[in-house]
């Protein structure tokens, strides 16, 4: 991950957090783009936000489907998913919504199956609810900063290229030095 830092003159320096770049198997570097897993503190934090999520939901709720919360725990927790798989494995958005939204399917198929648990439709759009949130959040980030660089105007320095900006008033147009023309003084 890289962080910007302003420093007292105004500059600004990229900082970048230590990672660790795991070796993946042969067969599955012939499948994928990067031969490495990238496990820095941007792309594991996700993940760790997940896990203490789902542990304080664990401890803290009995969920179930008649739990006033229980639409919203599983719309953060669908959420979180998305933004661990994407951030984790640094795939596409789609495939980690993709991925996310299967997880949650297959999570209500396995609780039809189990004794003491139900299948619930609502539950299942819930977890598209906050696939989609997740989806939505990123794309609109993406697309905020890609226009940032598209609107980003450099600045010239005219003293440092040897040039002096011309001196026109506003709305006449005319030289406000006093060059050959009347001034208003």
Do not use: W
């Not at 792309?43 to 489907?65: H, Q």
């Not at 719309?75 to 939204?101: D, E, M, P, W």
């Not at 139900?118 to 819930?126: I, K, N, R, Y």
């Not at 609810?129 to 598209?150: F, H, P, T």
């Amino acid at each position: 991950m890289r962080s910007l830092r302003t420093d007292s003159t105004g500059y600004t320096t990229v900082v970048k957090f230590p990672s660790l770049r795991v070796k993946l198997p042969a067969f599955l570097q012939d499948r994928i783009d990067r031969h490495y897993l990238d496990i820095s503190f941007s792309r594991v934090a996700p993940l760790a936000v997940l896990i203490v999520f789902g542990v304080l939901v664990g401890l803290v709720f009995n969920t179930g489907v008649g739990h006033p919360y229980d639409k919203v725990i599983h719309i953060g927790f669908f959420a979180l998913l998305t933004l661990a798989i994407h951030a984790l494995f640094c795939c596409r958005l789609r495939i980690s919504a993709v991925v996310a939204f299967g997880m949650g399917i297959a999570g209500e198929i396995v609780q039809g199956l189990l004794p003491h648990h139900e299948m619930s439709l609502p539950d299942t759009f819930a977890n598209g609810v906050g696939v989609a949130l997740i989806v939505a959040l990123i794309a609109l980030i993406r697309s905020e900063s890609r226009q940032a660089v598209e609107d980003e105007q450099e600045e010239l320095n005219l003293g440092q290229m040897g040039l002096e900006p011309v001196r026109r008033r506003y709305f006449s147009g005319q030289p406000s030095d006093g060059s050959g023309t009347p001034s208003d003084k």
